[in-house]
């Protein structure tokens, strides 16, 4: 099993009508990812349709509500190195956005 999940777009459609019932918004209620164990950053990466860890997406889905298995991008096998590459270093580029925004909120 994979270590990291990703969002399809139906997925993400399904898990927006969810929150939308109980009242909550994409990633600006903390009780939503309070409940998942997660952080606000993790959950908007959800949003974004980055690979997260699979542990904080099944939470993720759990809380809102909706089965994970129904959520999740199923993926490909017949991705080509250069597409995994490109994965990877949107990965890389949004961690580091995030300790840039860690670094400007300590100062």
């Given at each position: 099993?994979?270590d990291t999940l990703t969002a399809s777009k139906?997925?993400?459609?399904?898990?927006?009508?969810?929150?939308?019932?109980?009242?909550?918004?994409?990633?600006?209620?903390?009780?939503?990812?309070?409940?998942?164990?997660?952080?606000?950053?993790?959950?908007?990466?959800?949003?974004?349709?980055?690979?997260?860890?699979r542990h904080a997406f099944q939470k993720i889905?759990?809380v809102a509500g909706v089965g994970w298995e129904?959520?999740?991008?199923?993926?490909?096998?017949?991705?080509?190195?250069?597409?995994?590459?490109?994965?990877?270093?949107?990965?890389?580029?949004?961690?580091?956005?995030?300790?840039?925004?860690?670094?400007?909120?300590?100062?």
């Open positions: 099993m994979a139906a997925g993400l459609d399904t898990v927006y009508r969810a929150i939308r019932q109980k009242g909550w918004t994409k990633t600006q209620t903390s009780l939503w990812w309070h409940d998942a164990q997660t952080s606000q950053a993790t959950l908007r990466r959800f949003w974004r349709r980055i690979p997260i860890d889905c759990q129904s959520v999740t991008e199923i993926e490909s096998s017949s991705s080509s190195p250069e597409e995994n590459k490109n994965k990877d270093l949107l990965r890389d580029l949004s961690l580091i956005d995030c300790m840039v925004i860690l670094l400007l909120l300590r100062t």
